[in-house]
Structures are given as structure tokens and as C-alpha cells.
């Protein structure tokens, strides 16, 4: 089965298997997203999931943590952090 994720900022609609690491997805399609660390301590890649949010995997503790310290609202991610099991679109917020 294969998702489709739309990057807004750039109107880019790709297709991926499901379950996909959204990290990957947007290497791979060239994405306008910066990666720092990769391991969800530096916040680079902060999205808002604009729709489908519960197409994606619950956030860890510790990237939940972050989160709440940057007071981001719960369609905020970490995009090194998400798999996406369903349609999404996706906007870049960077720090």
C-alpha cells in the first residue's frame, strides 16, 4: 500500500510505501526540509502536519518533551521523527 504526501511549500505530491520514515520521503523527492541532527534534539526540521495527523505515528516522549518546550501546537512535529501510515500534507516550519 502506498501514501501519498504533499510537501505545501513547495506543491509537491509524492507517493511512498506506508509506514514510511517521512525523513526519508522527503530526501528521496527533494524536499525543501533541513535535517540537523536526525535524531529529534535540534528541532531543523519542525512541520505542521496540515492534514492527516493521525495518519502518523504517536510522538516519543522525548520528542513530545521538546515540543512542549518550544510550545508547539499538537500538529507539530518532528519530521526525522514521523512515519506516515496515510495521506499528509506537510508544511516546513523549520526553527
Same mark, same amino acid.
Given at each position: ?5 504533499? #510537501?505545501?511549500?513547495? @506543491? ?10 517521512? *525523513? ?7 524536499? @525543501?526540509?533541513? #535535517? /540537523?541532527? !536526525?535524531? /529529534?534534539?535540534? /528541532?531543523?526540521?519542525?512541520? !505542521?502536519?496540515?492534514? /492527516? ?12 518533551? #521538546?515540543?512542549?518546550?518550544? @510550545?508547539?501546537?499538537?500538529? *507539530?512535529?518532528?519530521?526525522? *521523527?514521523?512515519?506516515?501510515? +496515510?495521506?499528509? @500534507?506537510?508544511?516546513?516550519? +523549520?526553527?
Amino acid at each position: 500500500m502506498s501514501v501519498k504526501v504533499h #510537501f505545501l511549500l513547495e @506543491d509537491l505530491l509524492v507517493e511512498a510505501p506506508a509506514g514510511a520514515a517521512l *525523513q526519508r520521503i522527503a530526501d528521496a523527492a527533494g524536499a @525543501d526540509i533541513t #535535517f /540537523g541532527c !536526525r535524531t /529529534g534534539s535540534c /528541532g531543523t526540521c519542525r512541520v !505542521r502536519v496540515a492534514r /492527516g495527523l493521525a495518519h502518523c505515528n504517536e510522538p516519543s516522549p522525548e520528542e513530545r518533551d #521538546f515540543l512542549k518546550g518550544l @510550545d508547539a501546537p499538537p500538529d *507539530q512535529r518532528l519530521a526525522c *521523527q514521523v512515519s506516515v501510515h +496515510g495521506d499528509v @500534507d506537510i508544511e516546513y516550519l +523549520g526553527i
